[in-house]
């Protein structure tokens, strides 16, 4: 059963479709077995760079796609029906490349982005410490210019792709100014001084590694600085604006997904002498999920379509990522208890869903982070 679209060109129609094609053949059946192995599916990933999926919303001059975010978007939530690390993977990847990308000068994009976006190369986003999550601006991780080199030393936390990305966007103090003494770095993988904790043991999500990055003395050239120095902090804020829009239509492709189990499982599944969809008790329980997903896709999508006209979108975005994110974990939570005892066991895929669902409310921006923007925005509106 696939989602009826308003798409708003017909290569748009047939972006989705051939994502549809794609995600249905290569994605849905290895999703079980390597979350259960915590198998990193870097091949797939690969194979999505090379038909240009990992730069959709960039412009075609650097090798993306000249997308709009609306589109982007819906793609994001066809791959995360079928399998939510590769979704993720997309969309942590297009946030590692949106500093170079909005912020990049002339010469530095038209030589590191089309790498970045051609699918060979994977990224990461480096804004987290463990002392600075939420409170992004607190982060300690020091560049002090060396002549024609920054020298980085510092810890990251909670990277997704740590470890196997080839190239990390990471953001480090180059002054005291509180959060404007941050700057943004574009860092080769293969830079002396660069190592990785082991991957942390999460509930969900187990194929995608997430993982500490240590910088004990990097030199990074100086040419590899986004932005002036003292930028950083506003760059990473532009960014998560976006970013949070990608974990959004994640969210809402997970949250499909467990509705079309659900559904799927109560139109077979026979008490009383009737499908347990006929059921009114269970019946409107499938209903309000159906509603919680709707609401999730169009959220994004008016979000999106702001971001598209160049129009404010930051509380529209925060709004969608509260809402979706919830939803997400409300419908993942009803799918187990529409299969019953079934769902509670790893023979049927809304166990996974509801695990992974979980992690969306806390990454690009805690729920709770969401409602402090959005009750701002309240205050310093009218």
């Known amino acids: ?3 009826e679209r308003m798409l708003p060109t017909p290569e748009a129609v047939d972006l989705i479709g051939l994502v549809r094609d794609i995600a249905e053949r290569e994605l849905r059946p290895r999703a079980a077995a390597a979350e259960e192995a915590g198998e990193y599916p870097r091949d797939l990933v690969r194979t999505l760079g090379r038909i240009g999926l990992l730069g959709l919303p960039y412009e075609e001059a650097y090798g ?18 079928r399998w939510a690390t590769v979704a ?3 969309s942590v990847h ?3 490349c949106w500093p170079l990308a909005t912020h990049g000068t002339v010469e530095q994009r038209k030589r590191w982005l089309p790498d970045l976006i051609g699918g060979e190369l994977l990224g990461a986003y480096c804004l987290s410490e463990p002392q600075a999550g939420s409170d992004a601006a607190a982060l300690t991780t020091r560049a002090v210019r060396d002549g024609d080199t920054y020298v980085l030393t510092g810890t990251k936390a909670w990277i997704t792709h740590g470890g196997i990305a080839d190239f990390y966007t990471v953001f480090a103090r180059t002054s005291d100014d509180g959060s404007r003494g941050i700057s943004c770095f574009l860092v080769p993988a293969d830079l002396p001084g660069l190592s990785f904790g082991a991957p942390e043991r999460k509930m969900g999500l187990t194929a995608s590694p997430t993982t500490i990055v240590n910088l004990d003395g990097v030199r990074v050239p100086a040419e590899r600085r986004i932005g002036r120095e003292g930028d950083g902090f506003g760059i990473a804020l532009e960014a998560l604006n976006s970013g949070r829009l990608g974990v959004t239509a994640v969210a809402t492709g997970l949250a499909e997904a467990a509705l079309q189990a659900a559904v799927e499982y109560a139109r077979e599944r026979e008490q009383f002498g009737k499908p347990i969809i006929d059921h009114q008790g269970l019946g409107f329980l499938l209903a309000d999920m159906a509603a919680a997903v709707e609401s999730a896709r169009a959220l994004y999508v008016v979000a999106a379509r702001r971001r598209d006209a160049s129009m ?4 529209q975005a925060s709004v969608a990522k509260l809402v979706a994110t919830d939803n997400a974990m409300q419908v993942t939570t009803d799918a187990v208890q529409v299969l019953g005892g079934a769902g509670y066991t790893r023979d049927h895929p809304v166990e996974r869903y509801f695990r992974e669902a979980k992690v969306m409310q806390i ?3 805690t729920n709770q982070i969401q409602r402090l923007v959005i009750s ?3 205050r310093s509106s009218g």
Request: aromatic fraction near 10%.
């Open 312 to 315: 404010p979108f930051r509380h």
């Open 88 to 90: 993720l993977t997309v």
């Open 94 to 96: 297009t946030l590692s």
């Open 64 to 81: 993306g796609a000249a997308q709009p975010y609306e589109v982007y978007l819906q793609v994001l939530e066809e791959l995360a029906e």
């Open 1 to 3: 059963m696939s989602v």
């Open 363 to 365: 990454f690009e921006g």
């Open 376 to 378: 701002r925005e309240l």
